[in-house]
């Protein structure tokens, strides 16, 4: 005999169709899906057209070596009004040391135009656009197998 109510509750969530379920885990007991969580803690910014929460994150990134070539003023000025000291902050890829251009957020009304305005810059600049994991994709396996 079952004591109380929720051990009822749970011996019925654990059977479906009269056959327990196993291996089958809610991503952070439930609170929040893969998206929201990647949108509260791996973007972490808002939009920079209106303002709301940011879907996406959008890196422009240009290798040292090119911006230098193509634009020398530019990095010198960086250079000297660097805070730390009179070089270039650099972020190491396997493409080299590359200089971030541009960090920002759009949320899912502005980021259409956002990924317009990244495509329309410079052909030798990296754009990365962070879309997380996206939605959820259940997947289904049937008992037995195929023939």
Not at 20 to 26: A, D, F, L, P, S
Not at 118 to 136: C, H, L, M, N, Y
């Amino acid at each position: 005999m079952i004591g109380s109510n929720e051990e009822a509750a749970m011996g019925d969530e654990k059977k479906k169709n009269g056959k327990e379920v196993r291996h089958i885990t809610k991503f952070m007991e439930g609170r929040m899906t893969p998206d929201e969580a990647h949108r509260a803690y791996g973007i972490r910014k808002s939009c920079y057209i209106c303002g709301k929460p940011a879907a996406i994150r959008i890196r422009v990134l240009v290798q040292l070596s090119e911006l230098t070539q193509r634009n020398p003023e530019f990095v010198a000025h960086v250079a000297a009004s660097n805070p730390e000291g009179p070089y270039v902050p650099t972020v190491p890829t396997k493409y080299g040391p590359m200089v971030k251009m541009s960090d920002v957020g759009a949320c899912d009304n502005c980021k259409v135009e956002a990924e317009r305005a990244a495509a329309k810059g410079p052909s030798w600049a990296i754009v990365e656009i962070d879309r997380g994991p996206g939605a959820d994709k259940p997947q289904v396996q049937v008992p037995g197998g195929v023939e």
